[in-house]
């Protein structure tokens, strides 16, 4: 890949075109839980923009930027009180909608006038499926996307992020690379099999065994359809379908019924980013196993369940007794901390001209074109892609057994019983 193309996919500060582009989404800022009635304030910086989100006494939530518009003192710093944060330096006093609504070293006579032509930045937020979301573009936001596990009870649905050490885009080409499932995830993939379904076992085992798998991909609306597709014995195929919402969100292929998968990546600066993986259950509760393979031995934390994450000084405690006894990747955490890993080991911003890619990897040749097209589109001011009025709730990723001569995979992605 040319340089220029790189930096114009990957770099995603203020004035830079993806970043610019990018900010014209909906994205899950903070976890719910990382924001407290009154309490601190969080600091957050995303598309190396520094902002502080709170909640007020009333529940909600409000996000401003990081400078107190009088003189640029960190509103991290403010008191969170009476529905507002009020800045420590002078008082001047924000609400969750950005408003000044207090200058009190102003005259008491103007002061109500004072306020209300003090200019701020606004951002839309609103609170869903455990997270905080904002929209940090200019102009009218898009309509929220409504995915199927944002309209789901709690007890149906998890939704955690962690902070990784690499560029957005690797995260993305992460998501959307199925054929590293069977060597990196091997591991887990052997371990979990057991208590499973004999025809999910079957498909699971097939995909273990056929390691180069044909891919069919089909342009959507709002991005891409691939089928993996890999021939059974008894003349079925096992079919895995992956959905990428453009430009940042993914659907990654469960077992046949169980947990569905959904990953979010979003650029904190161009070297470190927000993963959020997100683990729902349409049918009915989550189970309690499906939340443990998940997130076992990560962080409690869940606006970062990566912080035990390791390090490349100890190679993330890549364990080799473990690998000689049949843990493939010898990273035994658990299976989100195999891919942050090997993203992590590539280093945080890779310049991506001595790739040798193969067919296998034709996914990501696909996805980079588009977000470049995107871009450069978008920089022409020839408006925003992926933004249409198409139904986010009705994508759902698959992982499906069916019979090629009656049934063709396209027309099972849709079938949400
Ligand atoms: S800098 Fe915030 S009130 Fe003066
Ligand atoms: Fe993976």
């Not at 640029?72 to 507002?84: D, F, I």
């Amino acid at each position: 890949m040319r340089r220029e193309d790189n930096e114009k996919l990957t770099l995603t500060g203020p004035g830079t075109p993806m970043g610019e582009m990018l900010r014209q989404y909906w994205v899950p800022i903070a976890h719910a839980s990382a924001l407290e009635r009154d309490g601190a304030p969080l600091r957050i910086t995303l598309f190396s923009q520094n902002f502080v989100a709170f909640r007020a006494t009333d529940g909600r939530v409000g996000l401003i930027d990081e400078a107190c518009p009088h003189r640029g003192v960190s509103m991290a710093l403010a008191r969170n009180e009476e529905n507002g944060l009020r800045c420590i330096f002078h008082g001047w006093k924000r609400d969750v909608t950005g408003s000044v609504v207090d200058a009190p070293c102003e005259p008491a006579e103007h002061r109500a006038q004072f306020c209300k032509n003090i200019r701020v930045n606004r951002y839309p937020v609103r609170e869903c499926a455990g997270a905080v979301w904002a929209y940090l573009g200019m102009g009218e936001p898009p309509l929220f996307p409504d995915f199927e596990f944002t309209r789901l009870p709690p007890n149906q649905l998890i939704m955690r992020r962690a902070e990784v050490p690499y560029n957005w885009l690797q995260g993305v080409e992460a998501h959307i690379d199925s054929s590293h499932v069977p060597f990196l995830h091997r591991g887990f993939v052997v371990q979990q099999q057991s208590g499973l379904d004999p025809a999910i076992r079957e498909g699971l085992a097939k995909m273990l065994e056929n390691t180069a798998p044909r891919f069919e991909t089909d342009d959507t609306p709002y991005g891409l359809r691939e089928g993996a597709l890999r021939d059974l014995d008894n003349g079925q195929i096992y079919v895995r379908i992956r959905e990428m919402v453009l430009p940042f969100y993914t659907f990654i292929p469960g077992a046949i019924k169980g947990a569905c998968h959904g990953r979010i990546i979003i650029p904190i600066d161009d070297r470190t980013s927000a993963e959020w993986y997100i683990l729902y259950d349409p049918w009915g509760p989550l189970a309690a196993d499906e939340i443990h393979s998940m997130f076992m031995n990560s962080a409690d934390d869940p606006n970062n369940f990566s912080a035990n994450l390791g390090g490349r000084g100890d190679l993330w405690g890549q364990d080799r007794q473990a690998m000689k006894e049949g843990h493939y990747s010898g990273l035994t955490k658990n299976i989100p901390f195999e891919d942050f890993i090997v993203q992590a080991s590539m280093g945080p911003l890779i310049d991506r001209d001595n790739e040798q890619l193969g067919k296998a990897d034709i996914i990501l040749i696909t996805v980079r074109r588009k977000l470049l097209e995107a871009v450069k589109r978008f920089e022409r001011g020839e408006g925003v892609s992926w933004r249409g009025d198409f139904n986010y709730d009705h994508i759902r990723s698959r992982a499906v057994c069916i019979d090629p001569t009656t049934t063709n995979w396209r027309d099972v992605s849709w079938n949400l019983t």
